[in-house]
């Protein structure tokens, strides 16, 4: 099992930065791929951003890429989301993930935190 607890998450003005944080305990961490998605309300989940721990691989969605950056650290077991330039759009609960495997389909994601609420005005 793993586990992932995210933090960091608030309510900010659009053009704001913010970092969330996903801190991941239990088995092998290193060996998943880990990933952040959002859900706004009404919407379906989405892929945000994904990082291969084999070989430090990144990919990001087109509405967040040039934005956001997804980053380790390996010591501290934790994935970050870096968010720059924020939108009203991107409003959404922010969820960590982590898979066997590369992908950006939330269906091969095993793994789940609770979530993290992300609220940004205009």
């Known amino acids: 099992q793993v586990q992932l607890v995210e933090s960091g998450g608030g309510l900010l003005q659009a053009g704001d930065s913010l970092r969330l944080s996903c801190a991941a305990s239990?088995?092998?961490?290193?060996?998943?791929?880990m990933g952040w998605f959002r859900q706004a309300p009404g919407k379906e989940r989405e892929f945000v951003a994904a990082?291969?721990?084999?070989?430090?691989?990144?990919y990001y969605a087109a509405s967040v890429k040039g934005r956001f950056t997804i980053s380790r650290d390996n010591a501290k077991n934790t994935v970050y989301l870096q968010m720059n330039s924020l939108k009203p759009e991107d409003t959404a609960v922010y969820y960590c993930?982590?898979?066997?495997?590369?992908?950006?389909?939330?269906?091969?994601?095993?793994?789940w935190g609770q979530g993290t609420q992300v609220t940004v005005s205009s």
């Open positions: 993930a982590a898979a066997r495997f590369s992908t950006d389909s939330p269906w091969d994601y095993t793994y």
């Open positions: 239990g088995r092998t961490f290193p060996t998943h791929t």
């Open positions: 990082l291969t721990w084999s070989n430090s691989r990144s």
